[in-house]
């Protein structure tokens, strides 16, 4: 069935069914009753298929025996047969007389036998002169005559037996006949087609007689079922004589066809007034024209006698029908005082309820008092004003004290023009005088109400000048109220009528009170979150580098910005490495608030401790995740250990480390969990390099390693480090972000410090919801001609030609004065390199800030410093690197290590003293 075809036997069906009509599957009555009528019928024809087979195949067995037996006895007591049987040969004589008899009666089989069982003559010649089976005592014996269902060779058969005898009464043989069973059954199937008709005829007729009695049935009880029918039965019930609400049914014709128990007492109907036309029920004219007019009406006022009525009425039908209608009633005579109260109340509790939806929509102090003053106005007050403690606008804990709370600080103001008289938002507001109303209700502790401002002496007395501004301009009622939590004011709000005619009463203190006490809390929230949020953006400011490191590798301008909803855990570091090389750091903790702040520090003091092994970036992860993992194990340590470890463990946090070469341009990066970084090309072309995603920290799945990617910068490339928060905002998904940023990033010729202003002004929203960190980096290449490189041979007079070469690339880079210390450096590093490491061993300097001299070899064995006794002949040697380098190190590669120490350039501190220092060529001979 095609789509069109399914369409149209749906709306088929829709149109068959008319509206309100239930279905007629089996959970209705005609349907149930339907399906018990055609079950019984069928299980009635199938049991008279059966019997009337069983018995044809029974009545054509018999016949068979009756048959079998007559063609038996015709033949024994045939002339001739007996004496046949006594020739020498019988079956010359009977073979073909038996033949002739089988074919003549229809039998299957006429078989002569010998006394002893031995055929004479048979069907199939092929059994002549074989002996039949079976017990045939009764006939050479007894001499009887019988007829038998055999079962055996060559075929399942109804046999009869009947024995020869002569006329002396001598048996001498036995004749037997039969049909074979097969032919009984196929004759017996052949009336089958016969009767399945019949049978299906019969069926036919019975389901259709139960359809159409089903129909009548389902069109009585429209399509309900016995349950549905009972519950019914119950509605009905509970409506004529429970229900506490009049209900009314008229039919088309406008005669009353039902009237409950209450319509019938709010009416004054008898129970004589059915299938009376509406006009004759004695009700009011208006009432009657609405049941005659067919119109639908809700909540219409009628009158009844002396009650006032509200009425609704309503079709039974579908409109465009004819139809009755249904007419409800209730009894408002004593509502009809009640509705003027009941209004003024429903619009407090609605006002209520926008109040708590309102207040409270942001975790500002300013904002939150701005919205309490927005909601009073106009619908409580013409004018409203809030004033807070300055403590709590601050974010810190309000005073308990009560001459504290005499001096308050403006905070919103709301009115209906904007021409008040009022002192303005940012003014000190004072209560000195004990009188006026905000000093009572702030000593109170609940709203006070000045009905008339203008008798208000206090008030007078506190500002003379304003108070009589507020007289003139038509303020003449205030209601004051102070905001109180948790037992603590933190300021208070006052509501003030001009245009309003009634002044404030009593049944308004416990409208602003409840309206007091939800802006309140709102505010108090505020307060604690402007403290924690402080304290935790000093923290996370605190933790993240306050000064970048001085390094030559890349030019660097980032950016840190907190969320407003509360810090988080983004953070980004720049770490100086050996070999003039810098480590790029951009991290991000799951959570906000002090412990994302603070898991942030521990695990940037993580990654500065593994950064000191000098490890490629997915080593550094691996590290870092293994750190992360026991610190989260030890935090589910003890009874609370798996809610703590919930709120205090690090699982969540991302990170993203890259280390950028400088020397040959290479840049590896590897990410755990975190967005890989954007790559800005000279010409401001913008990629974003796919990096293997890597797991989170911390989600113990240490089986799998962290991958490496490195990417080669053309120098002046642009590294772009960030935080998902920088992407994804409300109403912007990571794809847009993504966008929006390639958009910001492609401007060639521009500084990092430009670039990250540039991308803050595309993609900053006012309201960040997430941390946001920015890291740029440039890159610069080391100059070819500071680098010198050489292979050694794994020779000790190999040693002496590099010492040299190196001291000559020293003086052409003007640097003759660390010409002996790098000399002495390098002759250690490279004399263990050929006695101790293997091939190939390489040595580089590189001249950037310092001067890092740098020896490789293949092999992973590290050299330790020890001091030296005075009787040893060796070991001196990496003592004396340690002494004339600034920092000296190793670092392993995929194969083998790399040696490293750094000599300060153009430093005019003195050489370290050490005592007896031979020649550079005696150094060679020296032992580490």
């Not at 440039?778 to 490189?789: C, G, H, K």
């Not at 995929?894 to 031979?918: M, Q, S, Y």
Request: with cysteine.
């Amino acid at each position: 069935m095609t789509a069109r075809d399914g369409a149209g036997g749906k709306g088929a069906g829709a149109r068959g069914k008319r509206p309100g009509e239930r279905g007629t599957g089996l959970r209705s009555v005609a349907g149930q009753v339907f399906a018990l009528e055609a079950l019984i019928a069928l299980l009635v024809i199938a049991a008279a298929v059966f019997v009337t087979f069983y018995q044809a195949r029974s009545d054509t067995q018999r016949d068979a025996e009756v048959r079998s037996l007559a063609v038996a006895e015709a033949f024994a007591k045939a002339p001739g047969v007996d004496a046949a049987l006594a020739s020498p040969d019988p079956t010359v004589v009977l073979q073909k007389r038996a033949e002739e008899t089988r074919r003549a009666t229809g039998v299957d089989f006429i078989a002569v036998l010998s006394r002893d069982g031995v055929r004479y003559t048979d069907s199939d010649p092929e059994l002549i002169g074989r002996r039949a089976t079976g017990d045939l005592s009764r006939a050479v014996v007894d001499g009887e005559s019988y007829t038998e269902l055999f079962r055996g060779a060559p075929n399942d058969a109804v046999r009869a037996v009947v024995p020869v005898v002569t006329d002396q009464g001598r048996i001498v043989g036995m004749v037997t006949s039969g049909v074979e069973v097969e032919n009984i059954t196929d004759a017996v199937r052949d009336r089958l087609p016969l009767l399945i008709g019949a049978a299906g005829g019969a069926l036919v007729l019975a389901v259709g007689g139960a359809a159409l009695v089903s129909r009548r049935l389902r069109r009585q009880t429209h399509g309900l079922g016995p349950t549905e029918m009972t519950r019914m039965k119950e509605h009905h019930e509970a409506v004529l004589h429970a229900v506490r609400e009049g209900v009314l049914i008229v039919g088309p014709d406008r005669r009353l066809l039902l009237a409950n128990d209450e319509a019938r007492r709010l009416l004054g109907l008898t129970p004589d007034m059915e299938r009376r036309h509406v006009s004759e029920l004695g009700l009011d004219a208006r009432t009657v024209e609405l049941l005659e007019s067919g119109r639908s009406a809700t909540d219409e006022v009628h009158r009844a006698g002396d009650r006032l009525l509200a009425v609704s009425v309503r079709p039974t039908l579908p409109a465009g029908r004819e139809s009755g209608c249904v007419m409800t009633m209730r009894d408002t005579t004593e509502l009809a005082a009640l509705s003027g109260r009941a209004a003024v109340a429903r619009g407090r509790l609605q006002l209520l309820y926008e109040a708590g939806v309102r207040i409270g929509t942001t975790l500002e102090v300013v904002r939150t008092a701005e919205e309490l003053a927005e909601v009073a106005v106009p619908r409580f007050a013409d004018f409203a004003t809030v004033e807070l403690l300055e403590p709590v606008l601050r974010g810190e804990e309000p005073p308990s004290s009560s001459p504290a709370t005499t001096e308050m600080r403006r905070t919103a103001l709301s009115g209906l023009r904007p021409d008040q008289p009022l002192q303005p938002v940012g003014d000190t507001i004072r209560f000195d005088v004990r009188s006026t109303p905000m000093a009572t209700a702030l000593n109170a502790g609940h709203a006070v109400a000045q009905a008339e401002l203008a008798s208000a002496e206090g008030w007078r007395e506190q500002d003379p000048e304003g108070a009589a501004q507020a007289l003139a301009y038509g303020m003449h009622s205030l209601l004051t109220v102070p905001l109180l939590a948790r037992g603590v004011v933190l300021g208070m709000a006052n509501f003030w009528r001009a245009d309003t005619p009634e002044p404030f009463g009593e049944e308004d203190l416990s409208f602003a009170e409840e309206l007091a006490a939800r802006a309140a809390v709102a505010i108090d929230n505020a307060r604690r979150f402007t403290r924690e949020h402080a304290m935790a953006v000093t923290l996370q400011r605190s933790l993240l580098p306050r000064v970048l490191p001085l390094q030559s590798a890349v030019d660097v301008s980032y950016r840190y910005l907190p969320a407003k909803a509360g810090v988080g855990g983004d953070w980004f570091d720049v770490i100086p490495l050996p070999g003039a090389r810098v480590a790029l750091v951009v991290g991000d903790v799951v959570g906000h608030g002090l412990h994302a702040a603070a898991t942030m520090g521990r695990l940037r003091t993580a990654v500065h401790n593994f950064s000191t092994l000098d490890v490629p970036p997915d080593e550094l992860l691996g590290h870092l995740d293994e750190l992360t993992g026991r610190i989260d194990d030890r935090e589910s340590e003890g009874p609370d250990g798996e809610e703590r470890r919930r709120e205090e463990g690090i699982t969540g946090a991302t990170c993203l480390y890259a280390i950028y070469d400088p020397a040959s341009g290479v840049c590896t990066v590897a990410s755990a969990g975190h967005p890989g970084p954007a790559l800005v090309a000279p010409d401001g072309r913008v990629d974003f390099p796919e990096l293997a995603p890597g797991l989170p920290l911390g989600l113990g799945l240490g089986d799998v390693p962290f991958e490496a990617t490195e990417l080669l910068l053309p120098e002046g490339s642009k590294l772009v480090l960030f935080t998902d928060g920088l992407l994804e905002d409300r109403g912007r998904d990571l794809d847009t972000g993504l966008g929006l940023l390639r958009s910001a990033l492609a401007r060639p010729d521009r500084s990092p410090e430009q670039t990250c202003a540039d991308v803050l002004a595309t993609l900053l929203s006012p309201t960040p919801r997430d941390d946001i960190a920015l890291l740029v980096a440039r890159t610069r290449l080391l100059d070819r001609e500071r680098i010198a490189e050489w292979e050694v041979a794994r020779d000790p007079s190999a040693v002496s030609p590099v010492r040299n070469a190196a001291a000559a690339k020293l003086s052409e880079w003007g640097l003759d004065g660390l010409a002996f210390t790098a000399e002495l450096v390098l002759s250690e590093l490279i004399t263990n390199a050929v006695r101790y490491g293997a091939d190939p061993v390489r040595v580089r300097l590189l001249h950037d800030r310092t001067l890092i001299c740098e020896v490789s070899d293949g092999s992973s064995t590290s050299p330790h410093l020890r001091h030296a006794a005075a009787t040893d002949e060796g070991g001196r040697g990496l003592y004396l690197v340690a002494q004339y380098a600034d920092r000296w190190g190793t670092r392993y590669g995929r194969r083998g290590k790399t040696i490293w120490a750094e000599l300060r350039v153009g430093a005019d501190d003195a050489e370290p003293v050490v005592t007896a220092v031979p020649d550079l060529d005696a150094l060679e001979d020296l032992a580490w």
